[in-house]
Nanobody
Framework: QVRLVESGGGLVQPGGSLRLSCAAS????????LGWYRQVPGKQRELVAT???????NYADSVKGRCTISKDNAKNTGYLQMNSLKPEDTAVYYC???????????WGQGTQVTVSA
């Protein structure tokens, strides 16, 4: 019933930046954790960053210092700012809204990020 749509992916050179957006069809991020995940073909989906309703953030070691997760509850939109991108950041990036307490677990369809010269 809640749709998440990622955008902002694309081709970027190493060292470049991208800002991913996750637009929700409802006011979901005010009551759930926003998470960004990424997946490379043949590998498990991995967590990139999360931000809770209380504003607590968590980053994967591989992106810490280079990425910033945020959300705008009024716009029902989550964001992932990625800087100093590396080729190993290449993946399909997915946004997720999750709450174990309320049984929320929604996923977007993903947006491709390719880091290549």
């Amino acid at each position: 019933q809640v749709r998440l749509v990622e955008s902002g992916g694309g081709l970027v050179q190493p060292g470049g930046s991208l800002r991913l957006s996750c637009a929700a069809s409802g006011s979901i991020f005010s009551i759930s954790t926003l998470g960004w995940y990424r997946q490379v073909p043949g590998k498990q989906r991995e967590l990139v960053a999360t931000i809770t309703t209380a504003g607590r953030v968590n980053y994967a070691d591989s992106v810490k210092g280079r990425c910033t997760i945020s959300k705008d509850n009024a716009k029902n939109t989550g964001y992932l700012q990625m800087n100093s991108l590396k080729p190993e950041d290449t993946a399909v990036y997915y946004c997720n809204a999750a709450s174990g307490r309320w049984g929320i677990d929604y996923w977007g369809q993903g947006t491709q990020v390719t880091v290549s010269a």
